[in-house]
């Protein structure tokens, strides 16, 4: 059973920093690519970053300069860290994984909210 578990989420003031954890299992032919997305209220998901399997990475404008996103292959594990915070910032946090066989999964996400 593929399981995707994200941590560290939290509210923080505007200019702060969080680093986002997602750890997935069961993921039976490995991993491609992992990422990061984010939904605000009434807004659409959107993607944040991603990092595919050899290490390039890629970034919203939105977060370019703010935003780092990580791997460890031997853990199976994403990271986000997200400095310089804003209130816009403020949504839901997904971590998704795109499988060797190209499955898409996604975790149930964690909220970041940044008070201005």
């Known amino acids: 059973q593929v399981q995707l578990v994200e941590s560290g989420g939290a509210l923080v003031q505007a200019g702060g920093s969080l680093r986002l954890s997602c750890v997935a299992s069961?993921?039976?032919?490995?991993?491609?690519?992992m990422g990061w997305y984010r939904q605000a209220p009434g807004k659409q998901r959107e993607r944040v970053a991603s990092?595919?399997?050899?290490?390039?990475?890629n970034y919203a404008d939105s977060v370019k300069g703010r935003f780092t996103i990580s791997r460890d292959n031997a853990k199976n594990t994403v990271y986000l860290q997200l400095n310089s915070l804003k209130p816009e910032d403020t949504a839901v946090y997904y971590c998704?994984?795109?499988?060797?066989?190209?499955?898409?999964?996604w975790g149930q996400g964690t909220q970041v909210t940044v008070s201005s």
């Open positions: 069961g993921i039976t032919f490995g991993i491609n690519a």
């Open positions: 998704n994984v795109l499988s060797i066989n190209y499955n898409d999964y």
């Open positions: 990092i595919d399997s050899r290490g390039a990475t």
